[in-house]
């Protein structure tokens, strides 16, 4: 996580040479505070936040992303919690159009797998097992956000982290508990470094 700086300053270099250049932008009134929703990967549905700041020609502008909700699908149930915060820097008008960005995401997930069948000392065992799935990113993106006061914006980018190759499992039945392990199956767009990010949003600008 030592990068961010260093790329938070090269963003705020390109966004204070792109200001540079667009001198026509200068007073054109910037919306401050930005409440929406986005949806997409990884995380589904969150909540979004953005505050524009009064420097740099209000091009800077930190965020913060949360969800967290449940489904349950048959005989499985899941809890996930996605938080991200960072920063968004708009390359050409102010706190709209372009932008680039950088924060730091936290994945967090929770699998319950009730009425499995497993084995234990060969006897055939009915129960549930449960597993956790955390992931910590860095994540860079590039976007677009429309102006006015309904806005509408896009992202994609890649989020850069350690996914595991596996899940550990705890199953439990009749007061029974067994621990194993699972190889996660090939998903498109993750890899044990990291993954894609794509997303789209709308929300109010104020």
């Known amino acids: 996580m030592k990068k961010i700086p260093l790329i938070l300053i090269t963003i705020i270099g390109l966004s204070v040479s792109a200001q540079g250049n667009n001198s026509t932008y200068t007073n054109e009134k ?14 589904i549905l969150s909540l979004n936040g953005e505050f524009v700041l009064p420097i740099l020609n209000n091009h800077i502008a930190p965020f913060i992303d949360y969800g967290s909700f449940g489904l349950d699908i ?5 809890t996930l919690k996605y938080t991200e915060y960072g920063l968004n820097v708009y390359l050409g008008n102010k706190g709209k159009g372009l932008y680039v960005g950088a924060g730091n995401g936290t994945l967090k997930n929770e699998f319950t797998f009730n009425n499995l069948t497993f084995e234990e000392n060969s006897v055939s065992l009915r129960g549930t097992a449960k597993t956790n799935l955390d992931i910590n990113t860095l994540n860079l993106k590039l976007g677009y956000k429309t102006g006015g006061t309904i806005y509408f914006r896009i992202e994609a980018g890649y989020g850069i982290g350690t996914i595991p190759d596996a899940l550990n499992f705890t199953a439990t039945s009749g007061g029974i508990t067994e621990t194993f392990s699972e190889d996660i199956p ?10 894609a990010i794509g997303n789209i949003g709308f929300g109010l600008s104020f």
Do not use: R
Request: avoid cysteine; charged fraction near 15%; aromatic fraction near 4%.
């Open 74 to 78: 048959e005989d499985t149930e899941t």
């Open 186 to 195: 090939a998903i498109p767009g993750i890899g044990t470094n990291g993954f």
């Open 30 to 43: 910037s919306k401050t505070i930005s409440i929406g929703v986005k949806a997409g990967a990884p995380n």
